[in-house]
């Protein structure tokens, strides 16, 4: 992948964008995906998840992943255990993930991840790569976490990750970034709300057919901070006992620095989703 960025400036004012002309998310960038980001976000949360394993002495033989994408981290943990629900709500990730080598064992689910229940409860749920920060409500956090702790086991882990507001407002700012990978070309430009802490990123995306042009789609993407507190008591509030957060960067303290924040939370044997 060759990435390139620039400050938002000279496409500013290159096409007026509206949401009526945007696909929902994910439509058409699912094919270009893994190659663009998500074989790179993978591999690192592959080296977090390891950590946490090795740390918390995790053992698992139901697994389920929410916003689970094209798949990988599905893939990497049917290795590992009996069976896995791989939960997205959108059908063209899903069908990139169903093709993908290894996904056999995974029992796949189209579902939003803030109304969903799985046919049994798992010992581990993940919810990886910021997809939490595209749910642009706090109640809708709240909801997700419900569902969450609803689908565990008592005992069992959820690990989930969000990306800070100095992640939106000083990595991604108000930017242009290009992307060129084997079958296309993405131009995503950003935009940095402080007053709502949502960051919009419009994506123009330029996909290779087999006939050697290109096909153009246009999504828009958005996801809001949080306060890591407000998570922290939103966990409790709904069964998870035991809460920790960690700078994804190493399992260390979160400071000002801290880009993305790892939490792992644990359901005990009490409390209202105790059965």
């Known amino acids: 992948m060759r990435t390139g960025r620039t400050r938002r400036g000279s496409l500013r004012n290159r096409r007026s964008f509206s949401p009526s002309c945007m696909n929902r998310p994910y439509r058409e960038l699912a094919v270009m995906y893994d190659e ?33 994408g094209t798949g990988l981290a599905a893939a990497y943990l049917s290795g590992m255990c009996s069976k896995v629900y791989a939960v997205d709500i959108s059908p063209e990730m899903l069908k990139v993930a169903r093709a993908r080598a290894g996904a056999e064992g995974i029992v796949f689910l189209e579902r939003s991840m803030t109304d969903f229940q799985l ?10 790569f910021d997809s939490m920060n ?5 109640d809708e956090i709240r909801a997700a976490l419900d569902c969450f702790a609803r689908a565990l086991k008592d005992g069992g882990y959820c690990l989930f990750d969000l990306n800070t507001t100095r992640e939106f407002e000083v990595e991604w700012g108000t930017s242009v970034f ?17 007053s709502t802490r949502i960051n919009t990123l419009r994506m123009t995306n330029f996909i290779k057919a087999r006939n050697g042009l290109y096909r153009m789609s246009e999504e828009t993407h958005r996801e809001r901070s949080y306060d890591v507190e407000f998570v922290l008591r939103a966990c409790r509030d709904c069964g998870l006992s035991r809460v920790e957060a960690y700078d ?28």
């Open 36 to 68: 663009m980001v998500g074989q790179t976000a993978f591999e690192c949360w592959r080296d977090l998840f390891e950590q946490i394993r090795s740390r918390e002495g995790l053992r698992f033989e139901v697994a389920a992943d929410i916003a689970c």
């Open 119 to 128: 046919p049994e409860r798992v010992d581990l749920l993940t919810c990886n």
């Open 248 to 275: 994804a960067k190493g399992l260390t303290g979160i400071d000002r620095e801290t880009r993305r924040v790892q939490f792992v939370a644990r359901k005990q044997g009490f409390g209202r989703h105790s059965r």
């Open 134 to 138: 595209y749910l642009l409500e706090e």
């Open 178 to 194: 290009v992307h060129r990978v084997s079958n296309g070309i993405g131009l995503w430009e950003t935009e940095w709300d402080p």
